[in-house]
């Protein structure tokens, strides 16, 4: 008898916390779907049409001759592609006042170089280029130079 009351207990216990993941879930987790990474966030359909009739045009290129067809397709490719991009990027900066995140979020995709440190040389003068050993460099150094005065700084 005493197992089945336990047992019963267990059981309205874990419901309520089962209940309160489940609200907490409900709660925090987005709802928004993840877009799709292959697409540039400023290609509209127009310009998926253009590029499309573009590539016809190239295929039939090859067995006639169309050039003149060919260039004026490109021509509205990069005209749409340019006025896509600035619209875009017009309307992230207008926006960015309130949510700045969408703002940087584009401007971090779009940095070509990436800042990391490079090699550094230790106290005896070895080239160090892991990252524990090039934090211990740079905690020494900066050890070296934010102390007190009559503070002692230990040698690494």
Do not use: C, H
């Amino acid at each position: 008898m005493e197992d089945r009351v336990e047992a019963a207990l267990a059981e309205e216990v874990w419901n309520v916390f089962k209940e309160e993941i489940l609200q907490s879930v409900e709660d925090n987790v987005p709802k928004k779907p993840k877009r799709n990474g292959r697409r540039s966030v400023w290609m509209t359909r127009e310009i998926l049409r253009a590029l499309r009739r573009k590539r016809r045009i190239w295929r039939k290129e090859i067995t006639s001759n169309t050039s003149e067809e060919y260039r004026e397709a490109e021509r509205k490719v990069k005209n749409l592609i340019r006025n896509a991009k600035r619209n875009f990027e017009k309307k992230i900066a207008k926006e960015s006042k309130g949510n700045s995140r969408p703002f940087y979020s584009y401007l971090k995709r779009r940095t070509k170089s990436k800042v990391s440190v490079s090699p550094l040389l230790n106290s005896e003068g070895n080239m160090v280029s892991t990252a524990e050993e090039m934090a211990e460099v740079i905690n020494v150094y900066f050890r070296s130079v934010f102390t007190r005065e009559g503070d002692t700084v230990p040698e690494a």
